[in-house]
């Protein structure tokens, strides 16, 4: 038996791990102390009612012998995939409904899509990302490039035709910046990728929070993307389902990807759950829509709450407009993990250290919008009083 020796080439934990770790350790010492979060992107609104009566209608037909579902089909309900299809149409972008494939939430899939590519593939990642990119990929021994995502490209690294690449992520809004490209700068990169006959993955989870028509919900809204992007797409922010878990992925027909990826899921995932799948058609329904709009503008305003407070004091941000993060730049030039403790100290309020990202987040820190609006305001009370 012989062991992945990637593994060796981890960090010894996952960011957000040590952040629980060190959040624990000082509670234990500091108990009278009340504790704000405003680090990990997790949501703190309710299931909104379409989605709770379409699992609860869905769960009384698990009870009777005639409407009981077993196996979901691999690739989704087509219920729930006609319904996918039906919003794609809202920003132009016609798919076919077996490029659409229902999963437990877009993590999985930016993961498992791996399965798709040999180890010998250059893969290109900007720096600061979302950890998952980078920890996958070295779990499978591929070569990673970075490209420098900082304050003087606004976070939005384009390509660079010196550098050769065979798999390229992308997130827009980003993960941890907010910052999003527009559909110009998108194109300068599905034409690059064509160019290096390489793949796009492209992350869209946070794609709801866009309220500016400047910027594309979909890589697909560049129509050349078809022939070269993936996309992956999550109901966890959208709609509340970091807990229920359901997302999608979308495979286009023009590339030998959807035949494998289909084999793969066939082989390896056995669907999700017919009462979590009727909830996800329930987000996508006129008042699931009306309804989870609502919550999108409530973390919304809480986006704004902190923006407008790192205004007031001058500090440098991004995100916080079509996003529900908030990247802004650690003050008095302090280190990123520094100002973590010095935030949970001081202000009792937790963030996420930028140096958690990558090496341009060393400087940075991450504030997400999705805690309820009078933590989020006492926070921000708490951090202007101790900057």
Not at 27 to 46: A, C, F, S, W, Y
Not at 256 to 280: C, D, E, I, P
Request: with cysteine.
């Amino acid at each position: 038996m012989k062991l992945n020796d990637n593994f060796n080439n981890l960090n010894n934990s996952y960011l957000f791990s040590t952040i629980a770790r060190k959040v624990t350790e000082y509670q234990k010492h500091n108990p009278e102390k009340r504790i704000i979060k405003l680090g990990i992107g997790d949501v703190t609104l309710p299931l909104c009612e379409s989605v709770i009566n379409a699992m609860r209608n869905s769960l009384n037909e698990m009870s009777e012998a005639a409407t009981f579902r077993g196996y979901a089909p691999e690739q989704g309900y087509e219920f729930l995939r006609s319904a996918v299809q039906k919003y794609y149409t809202k920003y132009s972008v016609q798919l076919e409904l077996n490029e659409i494939f229902i999963s437990d939430g877009a993590k999985s899939d930016l993961a498992n899509i791996l399965d798709l590519f040999d180890a010998d593939n250059t893969v290109l990642i900007p720096d600061p990302v979302y950890p998952v990119y980078v920890d996958t990929n070295i779990m499978n021994g591929r070569k990673i490039i970075y490209m420098d995502a900082n304050r003087n490209n606004g976070f939005l690294p384009l390509p660079d035709y010196t550098v050769h690449a065979d798999i390229i992520y992308l997130c827009s809004p980003n993960n941890p910046t907010g910052a999003l490209y527009n559909k110009e700068q998108l194109k300068m990169w599905v034409d690059y990728a064509l160019e290096c006959d390489a793949v796009i993955l492209f992350d869209a989870a946070y794609e709801s929070f866009i309220s500016s028509e400047n910027f594309p919900h979909s890589i697909y809204e560049i129509a050349e993307a078809y022939k070269c992007a993936i996309e992956f797409c999550s109901l966890s922010k959208t709609a509340g389902f970091t807990g229920v878990r359901c997302g999608y992925t979308i495979v286009p027909n023009c590339t030998h990807l959807n035949n494998m990826w289909l084999r793969r899921q066939t082989t390896k995932f056995n669907g999700v759950s017919y009462m979590v799948q009727r909830g996800a058609q329930a987000v996508f329904s006129e008042s699931g829509q009306q309804e989870i709009q609502l919550m999108i503008e409530y973390y919304k305003n809480n986006a704004k709450i902190i923006s407008s407070a790192l205004d007031s004091m001058g500090i440098y941000y991004t995100g916080g407009v079509n996003s529900p993060y908030i990247w802004m730049q650690c003050p008095y030039e302090m280190d990123s993990w520094k100002f973590f403790d010095y935030m949970l100290d001081q202000a009792n309020v937790v963030g996420t250290p930028g140096d958690g990202f990558g090496k341009n987040g060393k400087k940075h820190f991450r504030l997400t919008a999705f805690g309820n609006s009078e933590d989020t305001i006492e926070a921000i009370n708490r951090i202007k009083s101790s900057i």
